[in-house]
């Protein structure tokens, strides 16, 4: 099995008690509820059970696009298979679902490094990337900046030093899809058997980059859209698929606000300077605003820290510790609810709605 199994995945079989009759497979498309699944023996569509649906906590749990999951296969011609079991990942990266509620949804998953790319236009937002740094470092995937578009400035220097601003310890690549320039300097991620993911705003150039990737017209490409029809991408589902050398690449449609679901870690990460200099500070919990003993103002003082890193470091902090919140609320109103749930979920199997 290609596709990224490893070992990692190959142990928990060991683990999983049944599978007679089922078969492996990674998800590789998702589209109104149906997942496309590779498996050794093709293509296979299925569906997630609802009791998979129940059982799910924040959303985080249900399986996305990059997961090893095992299957039922259809029985017959035309139907759809079903889940049976997601494999434990070794990365997500995942944000608050747009929409008021709070829940998890899972970007991508068992995803090596993310390329985050953004463009050398209308969209160039360098603030933008902190936040996507924080969110897939939190998930324990590696990640890049891809800064494309290239051919449209003769300032590449200035737009590379505000990139790199924001992302001191971060690999920066600056390319130009279109014109397939400085895409050599992926090579080194284009291992057999890592997944890489692209991410990043709608119109960026993310599909090009993979068509290029891919040596062909895979994925249909785009205009760049003006303010007034945002809401419009040309990639409209996420798709992994194999690349010539062996390495597997997620496509993504445009992200258009990356709201954080948690970035604890992954946010002392993005901002390792202003972390390492708080290890200096003399409280211990020091906001960095005005406690006395701050090592972070007294760097900000001397100019070794801008104001407007420090500001966007203050912005997702507050940011991160409203979701944390209403996670915690969430999970003690479900708690509350779990004597009712279950009681449900009896009275359901009794009317036959389960297999
Ligand atoms: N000038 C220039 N244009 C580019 C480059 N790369 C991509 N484009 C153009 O940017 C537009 C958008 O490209 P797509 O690849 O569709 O962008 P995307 O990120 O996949 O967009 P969504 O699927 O909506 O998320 C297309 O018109 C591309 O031709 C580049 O390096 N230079
Ligand atoms: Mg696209
Ligand atoms: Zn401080």
Known sequence: MAFGWNSFFEDQLDQIEDTDGLEVGRIAIELRGVLEVITEAGQVSVRVPGRMHHAANTGGELPAVGDWVLIKPPLRDGEDGWVEHVLERRSKFSRQASGNRTREQVVAANVDRFLVMMGIDGDFQP?????YLSSIREGGAEVSVLLNKI???????AF????????????????????????????????AGQTLALVGSSGVG?????????????????????????????????????????ALLIDNP?????QMWQSDDGLEETFTEISELAKDCRFGDCQHRDEPGCA??????????????LRSYWKLRTEQSNQSERQLHQQRNREKQFTKMIHHTVRDKHKGRYK
Do not use: F, W
Request: glycine share 8%.
């Open 206 to 246: 993310k599909s090009t980059l993979l068509n290029r990737l891919m040596g062909a017209e895979t994925m249909k490409t785009g205009g760049v859209r003006g303010s007034d029809d945002r809401g419009k991408h040309t990639t409209s589902h996420r798709q992994l698929i194999q690349l010539p050398s062996g």
């Open 296 to 309: 972070v103002q007294a760097a900000l003082a001397e100019g070794k820290v801008t104001r407007a890193r």
């Open 160 to 191: 590379e030093q505000q990139v790199r601003d924001v992302a001191p310890d971060t690999p920066i690549h600056l390319v130009s899809a279109k014109k397939t320039k400085g895409l050599e300097q992926l090579e080194p991620y284009l291992v």
């Open 127 to 131: 603030r933008r990337v902190e936040r």
């Open 151 to 157: 051919d449209l400035t003769d300032k590449l220097a």
């Open 254 to 258: 445009g992200i258009r606000e990356l």
